[in-house]
């Protein structure tokens, strides 16, 4: 909003007169006290006009100050947001994700990230293929929901920024588990008895710590790509790896 100006004149043809000298062109508001006393209001740079033929009449300025219009939308446009999916390789798995991303004006942020992570299972019984139908090792699933502090640290070439990410996780552990079939008949299978072990994947809930380090390479505001070192570090399975992900938003001003 610019600055309100109020011009009072005993005069009411003066005041035709300020008009006819360029200030028609803005919004107008106009009143009459009484019949000697009248003013008129626009928006723009306040100043003050004496005018008179056969006396002075003074026409003063009153203000109410206010914020340029420009400045608030700035103000909403300092944030960047963007989010971001998929995928990388972990210690003896791969893994798999997506993440959303606010950053200030001031360069610091914060993140919200979920990866699935897969790897092979350790504890696979010896005689597990005996039976002749496994074809797939079995797997163990680890998925992490994080909510991280993010720092900032663009670089002079406005395409590219460095980030570090750190804050607690959510961690899902689902470890393959094996147990023996006491209705195993390798000579005469049936439904049920297919199978020498049955496998089942509890879920295990912790809480654990996440740690990432990226470079984002912006070729535009709206997108680009993401390459980082991603840690998980959790009670029951550490995870580590590189992941690169596809950026999709507003990603650089």
Known sequence: MKPTTILRAHSLPYLITILLYGFAPYK???????SSDYSIGW???PFTIILGNDGLHFVYTDYLSGEPDSLAKDNLTRWLAQGGLGGGICFKGSIWGFYYTMISSNNWGGSCRFYWNIFKSQNVPSDYYDDGARTFAPKDYLNTLSFNLLKAFPAQNPNLRF??????????????????NPSYTPDYPMPGSIYLYYKSHPRKFTVGGTLMVKYEILPSKSGGLEF????????????TGLVMSIIL???KR
């Open 163 to 180: 980030s570090i990410e750190a804050g607690p996780a959510l961690v899902i552990y689902r470890q393959a588990e094996f147990e023996l």
């Open 28 to 34: 107008l508001t106009a009143s009459a006290p009484d």
């Open 228 to 239: 980082g070192i991603f840690s998980n570090i959790n009670s029951y399975h550490t995870v």
């Open 249 to 251: 938003g507003r990603s």
């Open 43 to 45: 928006q723009e740079e």
